[in-house]
């Protein structure tokens, strides 16, 4: 709506509330202060061949500046910024990719034009390969490489964006984007938080905001539109509101808000260091998911006893090539070692379904489109169709075990027939190994995820030939419920309370501990309070989520008794339907536990 002329609108008037995407906690009130950059558009420029060679040394030289500046950002950083010194390190190895660098000098050479253009082609091409990929979080690593890229193109075409820390006030910083070292560089008390229009929580400046705790929203569409420099904003960086042009009375509210956060981040980081078992002295393992190895400081800052579920496949897809037996053993290795004597769950590669992959490496076999991709080829059965790519994978983590605590597991199995092909491989691959005499641990454990409704079915007898379970609900929910769990029109079905997936999960323990062997959870209900009361009360011996969830559900535990825990488990079994339990939930987490559910 426009504004009438003449008339001044009051302050509650102009006051407007914008919800995005909560990238890094914080609260912060301050001036907004927009960036607009400009676009840059590469202009054709035809060469003569004697122009070539200097081209191709300009192109490399403004390269070399951008690598040189990315190693010197990198530099100025403590080690305990772990995650975004692996961001910084992974911008430096694309700025030296070959589908990059090579690539833009082919094009100069073969279309004898300019840098900037050539960049552009070579950029474009890597964009479609991106943009084919499935996997929404490998999917966005695309704009990393763009960030660096563009950091090639300011360099060529000599026009730089000014530091963002220079900022003479304190500001909330309000642009399109920010690249992952932009943030690094708002290490500035100037600088109280960013709102960004593009990326989402995965993305890699949103994992460094989080690292440097700096407060951001990101994916509001529109900000650089609704928001002038010099406007007041309220950033919540919790929930993802951004106020514009806020009233007093929000301001004071939102400051007590950002009292109370600080109260409660105090009592939560107090847990990290304790013990995770109840009153009565009941240990339950509380671990960790990572996709990558740059999450490792929040295994860490989080307290988790371990990694429940590190899931490989972005080592597949972050390269240009299938990664080798050395690469994979080096990135295998440094979990182990880093973590020992803490246990390290890697899963086996878990291709296709929802995590379809077009093919991405220059060697990956393709995989055809699948009429139900989640029935299809994927994850073990992809792995069994391309034995070479899957014995990789097993040497690499045979040879690893001997670093630390390794627990390999082996997704999806359906039935005995499949599990004992896959222990077939592992057996050859560890002969193979100790015949030409490389080391394999003895106390290397192997499991398998529990997550398809046959397994939990053929419990009793799987249980015989793995050390360990642990049930995949995100899986197992989609699998019982017959809800396609990445399918929107569906979503409200997908119940992780629904009994029929709570009875699934008791007899997969029962028939586990019968076997005598320990059976972990590592599906998302692990991280959510609310769920993880129930299955705690369900007898498992592990709980496996996102680091950043540990302090809740492990206080949540200290603050139980196990005969209550059981009682509450058994009692949601008997229930109807997922309103049923939820109901009954209601009723009685409130006064089992005051503090977390006092207001459900
Ligand atoms: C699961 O299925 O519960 C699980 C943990 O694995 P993913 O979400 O990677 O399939
Ligand atoms: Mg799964």
């Given at each position: 709506m426009s504004d009438k002329p003449g008339k001044q609108k009051t302050g509650t008037e102009r006051a407007l509330s914008l919800h995005g995407i909560a990238a890094s906690p914080g609260i912060v009130v301050g001036s907004a202060l927009v960036i607009r950059r400009r676009t840059r558009r590469a202009a054709w420029r035809r060469l003569s061949r004697r122009q070539i060679p200097r081209e191709i040394t300009r192109f490399r030289d403004a390269v070399a500046r951008v690598e040189a500046d990315l190693v010197m950002l990198r530099n100025?950083?403590?080690?305990?910024l772990a995650d975004a010194l692996s961001i910084i390190d992974s911008h430096i190895l694309m700025i030296r990719d070959r589908m990059i660098v090579d690539r833009t000098i082919d094009i100069i050479r073969e279309q004898q034009v300019n840098a900037e253009w050539a960049l552009a082609q070579a950029l474009g091409n890597v964009k479609k390969k991106f943009e084919a990929i499935a996997d929404p979080y490998i999917r966005a690593r695309y704009t990393d490489v763009k960030y660096a890229a563009d950091r090639v193109f300011s360099i060529l075409s000599g026009d730089q964006d000014k530091p963002l820390a220079d900022t003479g006030e304190q500001v909330i910083l309000v642009a399109h984007d920010f690249s992952p070292e932009d943030v690094m560089r708002?290490?500035?008390?100037?600088?109280?938080g960013f709102i960004a229009e593009s990326g989402g929580v995965t993305s890699h400046s949103a994992i460094v905001a989080r690292s440097m705790d700096i407060p951001a929203v990101v994916g509001l569409e529109q900000i650089t539109s609704q928001c002038a420099t010099g406007d007041q904003v309220i950033l919540d960086g919790y929930s993802g509101r951004v106020h514009l042009h806020p009233t007093r009375d929000q301001q004071r509210q939102h400051l007590e808000y950002r009292r109370q956060h600080q109260a409660f981040t105090e009592e939560i980081a107090f847990y990290i260091h304790l013990s995770p078992e109840t009153m009565d002295g009941r240990r339950v393992r509380l671990s960790a998911n990572i996709e990558t190895a740059s999450e490792l400081p929040a295994v860490m800052k989080y307290g988790a006893e371990g990694i429940g579920l590190f899931r490989s496949e972005f080592d597949y897809f972050a390269g240009e090539c299938l990664p080798d037996e050395e690469s994979l053993y080096r990135i295998y290795s440094r979990l182990l070692a880093t973590l020992d004597p803490l246990p390290v769950t890697i899963r086996t590669l878990d291709m296709g379904g929802d995590k379809f992959v077009e093919r991405m490496a220059a060697n990956l076999p393709r995989l055809d489109p699948e009429r139900n991709p989640a029935l299809g080829l994927r994850s073990i059965r992809f792995s069994l169709r391309a034995p070479d790519i899957f014995l990789t994978q097993i040497r690499a983590m045979l040879r690893a075990s001997v670093h630390g605590r390794l627990r390999i597991l082996f997704p999806m199995i359906s039935s005995l027939e499949e599990l004992e092909k896959v222990l077939g491989m592992v057996h050859e691959a560890r002969s193979d190994l100790l015949n030409k005499g490389i080391a394999v641990s003895e106390g290397l454990r192997i499991g398998m995820v529990v997550e398809v409704p046959s397994a939990v079915v053929m419990a009793a007898n799987l249980a015989r030939y793995v050390d360990f379970f642990s049930i995949g609900t995100n899986d197992l929910i989609q699998y019982t419920l017959a809800i396609d769990r990445g399918n929107e029109q569906v979503a409200k079905l997908y119940d992780p309370l629904h009994p029929a997936v709570l009875r699934l999960i008791k007899q997969t323990v029962d028939a586990g501990h019968a076997g005598g062997i320990e059976v972990a959870l590592c599906g998302e209900?692990?991280?959510d309070v609310m769920t993880a009361s129930v299955l705690l009360g369900l007898g498992l011996d592990e709980l496996s989520m996102r680091p950043s969830a540990l302090p809740f559900v492990k206080r949540l535990l200290r603050g139980s008794c196990s005969r209550q825990l059981d009682k509450l488990g058994n009692r949601t079994l008997q229930c109807g339907d997922g309103q049923e339990v939820r109901r009954f939930l209601a009723e009685q987490l409130p006064t089992l536990y005051p503090e977390e559910f006092g207001e459900l």
């Open positions: 100025q950083f403590a080690e305990d708002m290490r500035s008390d100037r600088i109280l209900m692990a991280g």
